[in-house]
């Protein structure tokens, strides 16, 4: 018995939700690459958060919430490190998270995805609710970082080229 | 023989993708309501567009790009509407592209997410992939949208309340 789902009656095969999570998390990444080292950290608009800092909100959900979801153990959500105010270590954590991820995914069988979970001991949902929580917060918070790009004067990476 | 699947081994069943989308555009509609009448039509940053041109675009997409996936009817993407520069009008559209949606919604069959089609005649990819571009191109300029809010002082809805 298999408890693979034949893709052609499925939304979304868990495959094709992993390439599309990865996806919006290259495109996160040409936004990060795309600000000037001093903006990443000190610019912002409104009041809101620098990019930097919501990157690192984004790197504090995504491997530690899959990490949870995945093996149970539970996560502490963590959205400040120290990568003392360098790109290059927002990048290299990044690019872990992107590891990570695609090391987790399989072991997450087709048959969680409906499961009920709490978040990092606080967000209720269904596994499939939380996964998509992250990646739609992801989208969001990268649309803002669209915002101060633009206000800086430089062209954001186009958002359909994953 | 039913195509129904069991929620229970699926991602994410029809219904609830419906109800992703719609809890999205409900965050979306609460973002039009938070602006200014005129700010809606007059404010952006760094060159981009008003929110209510962002709206019209979102507007232009969803309703016509679902008929089409569903009906098989080419559908023309029209972003400019003349809306006289009345949020009323704006958000009464909101509404019934929301009940257009939830009509539409029904007549999609599980069989048709996989299958590849070629929105608005411009853009390649399958059902599920063209529907999550639709979502996500929304929370992507809404996320642009809270930072104007922010940028006026006014603090936006919650990103987490569907």
Known sequence: MSTDLKVA??????????AHWQGHRNVTRRVIEAFPEKE?????????????????ELIGI??????EIVTG???ELVEKFNPENKK???LAMWDQ??????ELWPKLT???FQESIIAFGMYEGTVQSTLFY??????HHRGQGYVYLRSLGIAPPFFYER
Chains 1, 2 share one sequence.
């Open 9 to 18: 009656e499925v939304v979304i095969s868990p495959a094709q939700l992993l």
């Open 40 to 56: 990443l950290f000190n610019f912002s608009i409104g009041g809101m958060r620098t990019f930097a800092e919501l990157t690192m």
């Open 62 to 67: 995504a491997g530690p919430g899959l990490n």
């Open 73 to 75: 153990e539970k996560a």
């Open 88 to 90: 290059a270590n927002l």
């Open 97 to 102: 998270t992107t590891k990570t991820i695609n």
């Open 110 to 112: 087709p048959a969680r």
């Open 134 to 139: 992250f990646i739609d917060n992801e989208i």
